[in-house]
């Protein structure tokens, strides 16, 4: 149980363009999702975080014109990552926490994905 | 806030041996701890739990300790094996309502054969 999905798991794409990324609770319902980053060899960096049916709340630093957010149901956030540049070229993994799992405080993981923008 | 390093300490262990990972949190009013294993070009797994009224929880091979005086969480890993060669991360948060959690700097653990 507690089945994170991401896709794609791998995108390049050209600088300027967007990219949409999908995460997908396959057996629970994800009441909360949480976008992470992560560069080599280091710690996940939060993005933001986003409840069903609301707007994200997005951390510190973090730009949400450039990261749009969508957690329109209960098992399903997109992230687009709008006009890409190389800088973004990142691992992007997603979490969900939520009823029907093992512990509702407990965050699972999608297997990521990874972005490169040339 | 988060915990970024720069580079990864890491642990080399002989296989069959135990493995400890050590890991300092930084929010006293923190009550609920995970760990996770990532491995290379994947998601982080949960691995084990515990929240701040335990002192010890085990899982099949895997102990977590936590040590709220000085706030300080470790994970064992019993006879340990090359598939347990990964990165491992700590996590601290708050428990109930949509509290963020709040990932240490990872610890890499490679496994000798």
């Known amino acids: 149980g507690a089945v994170v999905s991401q896709h794609p798991s791998r995108v390049i794409c050209k600088s300027g363009t967007s990219v949409k990324i999908e995460c997908r609770s396959l057996?629970?319902?994800?009441?909360?999702m949480f976008w992470y980053r992560q560069f080599p060899k280091q710690s996940l960096m939060l993005m933001a975080t986003?409840?069903?049916?609301?707007?994200?709340?997005?951390e510190q630093g973090v730009e949400k014109d450039k990261f749009l957010i969508n957690h329109a149901s209960l098992t399903l956030s997109t992230l687009t990552v709008t006009s890409a540049h190389p800088e973004d070229s990142s691992f992007y993994i997603c979490s969900a926490r939520g009823a029907g799992t093992k512990n509702t405080d407990t965050q699972y993981f999608g297997p990521g994905t990874r972005l490169t923008v040339l | 806030g988060e915990s970024v390093g720069l580079h990864l300490p890491t642990l080399s262990v002989q296989e069959g041996d135990n493995s400890i990972i050590n890991c300092a949190y930084s929010n006293s009013a923190s009550d609920y701890f995970i760990w996770y294993k990532q491995e290379s070009g994947k998601g982080p797994q949960f691995i084990i739990d515990?929240?701040?009224?335990?002192d010890k929880r085990q899982g099949q091979r895997v102990t977590v300790l936590l040590n709220k005086t000085v706030k300080h969480l470790s994970l064992q890993i019993a006879a340990t094996q090359p598939g347990d060669s990964a990165v491992y991360f700590c996590a601290e948060s708050i428990s109930g309502g949509y509290q963020k959690v709040t990932f240490g700097t990872g610890t890499k653990l490679q496994v000798i054969p």
């Open positions: 515990i929240r701040s009224n335990m």
């Open positions: 986003s409840n069903e049916g609301s707007k994200a709340t997005y």
């Open positions: 057996d629970f319902q994800a009441t909360t």
